[in-house]
């Protein structure tokens, strides 16, 4: 077999290889997709769950329980017993309350987008005591409910990276549109990522946030600045290919 016969079929080959690695990628990102909406619709059932079934039980023990404690209010030692049941209610309820939201926000689906960031936001500064300012530059969405979760799910996963790894004290978001794409921009003022860090495999919340964009024909770009902070900023189509 001549040099030239050699070096056609090595073509042949190498375009092969390339086409079924585009197949495999392309497979892969599929099945990520389909994998991140299967998983939203079973956190909002598990959601829905805590909320209606125990987040209600909870309530009505915590009401029968007051009423119970106004019934014998001459007996110290019950009052003082069933007050800390009270208490330890009342904390049930909350812990109810915010591993809900967590699943599924119920802001998100009442409200939208705009309004569940700014809440998230608030509770963001409350837990962790770093300040969180929103600029919504959008009076209205009407996005889908896809595009919505997907924004959300990507400033959960930024602010968890940010208490997780930045140092920050500040924390500033921003949501416009820009043409044909709804941009979110998450900066703080923290250590900032590395570029090791940004080239590590390993490290699944960017990976997610990526994937989450990527699904509807959007992106996430990272960059960080040593001892000045890291920036985050998804950039996705508001009518992506694959919802028409």
């Not at 619709?41 to 909870?58: F, M, P, T």
């Not at 939201?101 to 608030?122: K, T, V």
């Not at 409910?145 to 920050?168: D, K, M, P, V």
């Amino acid at each position: 077999m001549t040099q030239h016969m050699w070096e056609i079929k090595d073509g042949r080959q190498r375009k092969r290889a390339e086409k079924e690695l585009l197949t495999s990628r392309q497979q892969l990102r599929s099945l990520t997709k389909h994998l991140l909406q299967a998983r939203e619709e079973e956190r909002a059932k598990i959601s829905r769950e805590i909320h209606d079934e125990l987040g209600q039980v909870l309530a009505t023990i915590q009401m029968g329980v007051s009423l119970l404690a106004e019934e014998y209010r001459d007996h110290h030692r019950l009052t003082a017993r069933i007050s800390v049941f009270e208490q330890m209610l009342e904390g049930a309820i909350k812990t109810v309350q915010r591993i809900s939201s967590e699943l599924r926000p119920l802001m998100l689906d009442i409200l939208g987008l705009c309004e569940a960031l700014e809440w998230q936001a608030g509770e963001f500064q409350k837990r962790t005591g770093i300040a969180c300012n929103t600029s919504i530059l959008i009076e209205k969405t009407e996005f889908s409910q896809n595009l919505q979760t997907t924004l959300y799910r990507i400033f959960q996963e930024a602010l968890t990276n940010i208490i997780r790894h930045s140092g920050a004290t500040r924390v500033d978001v921003t949501l416009e549109k820009k043409q044909s794409r709804v941009v979110l921009i998450i900066m703080d003022n923290g250590r900032g990522i590395s570029r090791e860090q940004l080239r590590d495999g390993q490290s699944l919340g960017i990976t997610g946030m990526k994937e989450r964009a990527y699904a509807l024909g959007g992106r996430v770009k990272v960059c960080g600045t040593p001892l000045q902070g890291t920036t985050v900023i998804a950039r996705i189509p508001i009518h992506p290919p694959t919802e028409g």
